[in-house]
């Protein structure tokens, strides 16, 4: 065996025994690569051809797309709701298997959805080393796997990831310029632990370092990425710096937070609690106007789960699909807050307009049934950084 496969295998039996996975069915897994690896060397990947020819349909897959869910932050929701409506409108059965933030489960999950012939699974993992072979076997059995950020994937969904951070940071350093008279404390919510969104957070950090008046007073990773994280995060913050004014991170831990900050009586109308993802309650959050919560980058969760469950539907028919997608970042304000939330209510007539779709998506290489050893096995990005 190459030593970077034995490397990838030591790593993978690593995370087996550090989520509960019997180390059995993983050393059965590991002892022979029973499929291609894939792409695993970074590649640029051109922009997608929709006029690539079609190729041969899977054979004996149902017309199934289950979804692998990890948790039911309302992001994930946003994503299964566009899944559902696109399973619906293509002829698609529809399944979703709730992991609830555990590893271990969700590989069980994956691996249900395999043995049932389940012909296009998306995944949105909670731990993307332990579930990975789960995800390459779907791949190698002729079935569409769709990921949210980690490979593997026929379709790997990302954000441009220093982009989506350097649009929140931006805003909140111009805040404390034009707000704060340049001066701020700031708290960091990050998921630096996730090396496939941790530009995000450097990116927060440049902008901020332009700024000499501002003080990182916190900069570390919730426990778990849900409010309940975040508020828990944010009690431990305001034990040894009870002035906070500045807080930066994934909406549904910032959501978290201020629950904190308003319990603690510490939650301030010139405050600027920023967030990433366009949840619903950030959302409301910034609507009514005068409350901390100045902005939400919308990742458009339910026009991106919309288009995955299309393009699973194209690969079951046998048409050529993108090897991976950016959905670009929206900053979210009270001028553009009623054209965003009609088009999220309606994600099929966003990704049926051209115009609109590509204000949300862009979508990059070409791959089909007959070319799925050309799946995407690495941590793809369309930011050359």
Same mark, same amino acid.
């Given at each position: 065996m190459h030593p970077a496969s034995k490397a990838r295998v030591a790593a993978i039996v690593a995370a087996c025994l550090l989520v509960g996975i019997p180390l059995e069915s993983s050393a059965q897994d590991g002892r022979a690569q029973d499929g291609p690896a894939g792409l695993t060397v970074p590649t640029v990947l051109p922009l997608f051809n929709p006029s690539a020819p079609s190729c041969g349909a899977p054979p004996a897959l149902l017309k199934v797309l289950g979804f692998a869910q990890d948790n039911e932050r309302q992001f994930m929701q946003g994503v299964a709701r566009g899944l559902s409506l696109a399973a619906r409108d293509r002829g698609l059965d529809y399944r979703v298997e709730l992991a609830r933030n555990d590893a271990a489960r969700q590989v069980e999950q994956v691996q249900g959805f395999r043995s049932a012939r389940v012909g296009a699974v998306v995944a949105a993992p909670v731990d993307a080393l332990s579930l990975s072979r789960s995800l390459q076997q779907q791949i190698w059995a002729g079935g569409y796997v769709g990921t949210v950020v980690p490979p593997p994937a026929t379709l790997l969904l990302n954000a441009p990831q220093y982009q989506t951070g350097k649009v929140l940071g931006d805003a909140a350093a111009a805040y404390i310029r034009r707000r704060l008279g340049g001066k701020a404390r700031v708290v960091l919510l990050t998921h630096d632990s996730l090396?496939?969104?941790?530009? +995000?957070?450097?990116?927060?950090?440049?902008?901020?370092? =332009?700024?000499?008046?501002? @003080?990182?007073? *916190?900069?570390?990773? $919730?426990?778990?990425?849900?409010?309940?994280?975040? =508020?828990? @995060?944010? +009690?431990? %913050?305001?034990?040894?710096? $009870?002035?906070?004014?500045?807080?930066?991170?994934?909406? @549904?831990?910032?959501?978290?937070?201020?629950? =904190?900050?308003?319990?603690?009586?510490? =939650? +301030?109308?010139?405050?600027?609690?920023?967030?990433?993802?366009?949840?619903?309650?950030? %959302?409301?959050?910034?609507? *009514?106007?005068?409350?901390?919560?100045?902005?939400?980058?919308?990742? *458009?969760? $339910?026009?991106?789960?919309? *288009?995955?469950?299309?393009?699973?539907?194209?690969?079951?028919?046998?048409?050529?699909? $993108?090897?991976?997608?950016?959905?670009?970042?929206?900053?979210?304000?009270?001028?553009?807050?009623?054209?965003?939330?009609?088009?999220m209510a309606d994600p099929a007539a966003v990704y049926a307009d051209p115009a609109r779709r590509a204000v949300y998506l862009r979508m990059y290489g070409n791959i089909c049934y007959d070319t799925r050893d050309q799946y995407v096995n690495f941590p793809w990005s369309s930011e050359r950084r």
């Open positions: 090396q496939f969104l941790a530009p +995000r957070f450097v990116a927060m950090r440049d902008a901020l370092q =332009a700024l000499p008046g501002v @003080t990182i007073v *916190a900069d570390l990773s $919730p426990q778990t990425v849900n409010k309940e994280g975040g =508020a828990a @995060t944010m +009690r431990t %913050i305001l034990l040894a710096n $009870p002035t906070v004014d500045v807080v930066l991170g994934a909406d @549904t831990v910032v959501l978290g937070a201020l629950a =904190a900050l308003r319990a603690a009586g510490k =939650a +301030r109308a010139d405050q600027f609690l920023g967030g990433i993802d366009g949840e619903p309650e950030a %959302i409301q959050e910034i609507k *009514a106007a005068g409350g901390p919560y100045k902005a939400s980058i919308s990742l *458009a969760s $339910p026009v991106f789960g919309y *288009a995955m469950g299309h393009y699973a539907a194209d690969w079951l028919e046998g048409k050529s699909i $993108p090897q991976a997608m950016d959905v670009l970042p929206i900053a979210l304000s009270l001028e553009n807050m009623a054209q965003y939330e009609a088009e």
